[in-house]
């Protein structure tokens, strides 16, 4: 989150920040809560230093043989005056860091006002076909490897059940880019499923996503939405040394998310789940090095998709498409030959500070010894039920078959073909 300090000094780039994002927050009630909060400190200081003053006034009284006794009621007079104050400067201190917890990170200055992505490069040839491309819905259906009905009626709509070469095509892109992703240099990584309540605060899922949320209510631990959130949280409430940054990691988890429901019927097959697989990045660094990582990592999670051969383009992510605790994102959009539009397979965001203020990640600098905030980096590489589509749409044949790209046979016993069993 963003500091308190750093917000009263900066409400001009909170505000342009804000507009950027298309959000509008009323800033008032926060100036007049934390001004309070910070009156009452210097009410408290005040009264402990009277207090002090009393408690030696009597000493001096006791050791002199007078009676303290109008002194010892002054002093409790004090002690509960400050007792009151006390308790009112944490009510002010609780509702400073709500409206913190709840207010978005703030924009790089290269973050593009508006809701229009703009593009920055693409790559590869758009698929060509001498027939009309199926989407993966109805390629997975003919194929006997996605069966929707059954998984609607073991959970409900926005399941899939993967099944033969499908389940098997799922597993291989998951190894394959962990596989990549370690011989990059980054340590694989298996982390919980669920987290609780703090750590989910640190990435910044709570308290804003609260309803998008899976939630264990027993227990009060939450079912990841992305490996972000567990993987940032390897380090929490941790002072890192400076010759150790930037410490990459990958993971795979299944991720969840109630999201799916709130896009109707016109989100075809997995195109949007409650359930899906997805392969992340996360880096831990310095502010001066930030964003060299962040272009490294984009590249790292182009690289899958070049690798697969999948046409896709990368976009600068305008103010009101960008994450919640993002400073600054680019997203990776695949080409789906079936729908004849590009879809978001990857974002790659720089937190900033942002989730390191949070869950209190930290690091010590090799010249001062003295300790910072670090920085927090992630990107999808990549959701791979969305790999699978990409793959189904795009190397479709005209009789129903489905090309396995080269780079993925290794890991599906050598075969080179989806097709349908005789």
Sequence with gaps: MLSARWVRDNLDEVKESLRKRGIEVHLDGFLATDSGRRNLIQTIDALKHQQNIYSKEIGKSKSQGKDPGSLIQDMRDISSEIEKWETRAKELETETRDFLLRLPNRCHPDVPKGDVNVEVRHWGELPRFDFCPRDHEEIGESLGILDFKRAARMTGRGFVLYKGMGALLERALMNFMLDLHTQEGYQEVLPPFMTNYAA??????????????????????????????????????????????????????????????????????????????????????????????????????????KRLNLPYRVVKLSGNELGFAAAFGYDIEVWLSGEERFVEISTCSNFEDYQARRASIKYRDEEKKATHYAHTLNGSALAVGRTVVAILENFQTKDERVLIPEVLRPYMRGQEWIEKKD
């Design 200 to 305: 989910t605060v640190g990435t910044g899922q709570l308290p804003k996503f609260r309803e998008e949320l899976y939630r264990c209510e027993k227990e009060d631990y939450y079912l990841v939405p992305t490996a972000e959130v567990p993987v940032t949280n390897v380090h929490r409430e941790e002072v890192l040394d400076e010759e150790d940054l930037p410490i990459s990691y990958t993971a795979y988890t299944p991720c969840f998310r109630r999201e799916a429901g709130a896009y109707g019927k016109k989100i075809r097959g997995i195109i949007r789940q409650h359930q899906f697989n997805k392969v992340e990045l996360v880096k831990f660094t310095t502010p001066g090095t930030s964003y060299e990582e962040l272009e490294k990592l984009l590249l790292d999670a182009e690289e899958v998709l």
